[in-house]
């Protein structure tokens, strides 16, 4: 009865091998934050490793999401995080939502919250581990971008109405 299973769920497990979600690798810069704010390459190859898997159009897959289930959970995953920030399409937002999302990056690195332990768990993504001096590098670099807001906008444009409820 167990090789029976065992051999039931084995051919499950090959036939979901056949149902892949659509993955996220469109190279679409028109409305990238890049397009409008000024990154310096440090702090550009900090956001790559550290954020851009989960908040950008471009996702670079390791070798383990081309297996099933866990594809699907890093398909949840990485939509879940362009829902909250998507760098591709950052310019396509009201300035005053841009302004509240690069206060949203300030604290999500400064609480370190981001980027997710489940992203660097058991060696994985080693290199998006930020140290205290990249997170202050990422800080200063969003705070800056906000300052350029604040100069460049009324001030009442930088804030997000209240929804009606």
């Not at 397009?35 to 190859?45: K, L, W």
């Amino acid at each position: 009865m167990l090789k029976k299973i065992l051999i039931g769920l084995g051919l499950i497990f090959v036939v979901l091998q056949f149902f892949r979600p659509e993955k996220n690798t469109s190279n679409d810069m028109t409305h990238d934050i890049s397009t409008a704010y000024e990154i310096p390459e440090d702090v550009n190859h900090l956001l790559k490793v550290s954020c851009n898997d989960c908040h950008s159009n471009n996702t670079e897959y390791p070798w383990y999401a081309n297996v099933q289930p866990v594809a699907w959970w890093l398909n949840d995953h990485v939509a879940d995080g362009k829902r909250h920030l998507n760098f591709s399409t950052f310019t396509k937002l009201p300035i005053a939502v841009q302004n509240h999302k690069l206060e949203e990056t300030i604290e999500m690195v400064e609480e370190k919250e981001m980027p997710l332990a489940s992203y660097t768990n058991f060696g994985l993504h080693s290199e998006a581990n930020l140290t205290d001096e990249q997170r202050e590098k990422i800080i200063h670099w969003a705070k800056t971008q906000m300052d350029v807001l604040k100069n460049n906008y009324p001030a009442d444009s930088l804030i997000m109405k209240r929804r009606k409820k």
